[in-house]
């Protein structure tokens, strides 16, 4: 991937190590990225960068990440941003939950980051990363 193409990314999860290899990763691939710890901080987060794509975790303190997602696919935008769930939850009805919630996809921890940029690939073009999501 081009860094030329790549997007704002905004990583929720309560885990501090975790989120340090998530943006050693993705910023090496040329996203602008901002990171949360908690739900409310996500959407705060969220509504004050409107980023082009959103990795939450599901099981997060103050407001669970589905609750986030709910939240984002709720607000009134031009264009949605990729909302994508990295949790430890990995039961068929765990992944149906997620997808009910608004997330495009479900990712299981320790989830395989190559296939979560694929994704992230696949959804350029999508909304154009100069508009605001």
Same mark, same amino acid.
């Given at each position: 991937?081009?860094? %030329?193409?790549?997007? /704002?990314?905004?990583?929720?999860?309560?885990? !501090?190590? +975790? #989120?340090? =290899?998530?943006?050693?990763?993705?910023e090496?691939?040329?996203?602008?990225?901002?990171?949360?710890?908690?739900?409310?901080?996500?959407?705060?987060?969220?509504?004050?960068?409107?980023?082009?794509?959103?990795?939450?975790?599901i099981?997060?303190?103050?407001?669970?990440?589905?609750?986030? %997602?709910?939240?984002? /696919?709720?607000?009134?935008?031009?264009?949605? !941003?990729? +909302? #994508?769930? =990295?949790?430890?939850?990995?039961?068929?009805?765990?992944?149906?939950?997620?997808?009910?919630?608004?997330?495009?996809?479900?990712?299981?921890?320790p989830?395989?980051l190559?296939?979560?940029?694929?994704?992230?690939?696949s959804?350029?073009?999508?909304?154009?990363?100069?508009?605001?999501?």
């Amino acid at each position: 991937m081009s860094t %030329a193409k790549a997007g /704002r990314l905004l990583i929720a999860d309560d885990d !501090p190590n +975790l #989120l340090v =290899v998530y943006v050693v990763f993705f910023e090496a691939y040329g996203y602008a990225i901002q990171t949360a710890t908690n739900g409310l901080d996500a959407l705060a987060a969220y509504r004050a960068w409107r980023p082009h794509i959103v990795m939450l975790d599901i099981e997060m303190p103050h407001m669970d990440g589905r609750a986030v %997602a709910r939240e984002i /696919r709720r607000i009134n935008i031009v264009c949605s !941003p990729l +909302l #994508l769930a =990295v949790t430890a939850l990995s039961t068929p009805i765990d992944r149906a939950e997620s997808l009910k919630a608004g997330f495009d996809d479900h990712f299981v921890k320790p989830a395989q980051l190559p296939a979560i940029l694929a994704v992230m690939a696949s959804h350029e073009g999508r909304c154009p990363l100069s508009a605001s999501c």
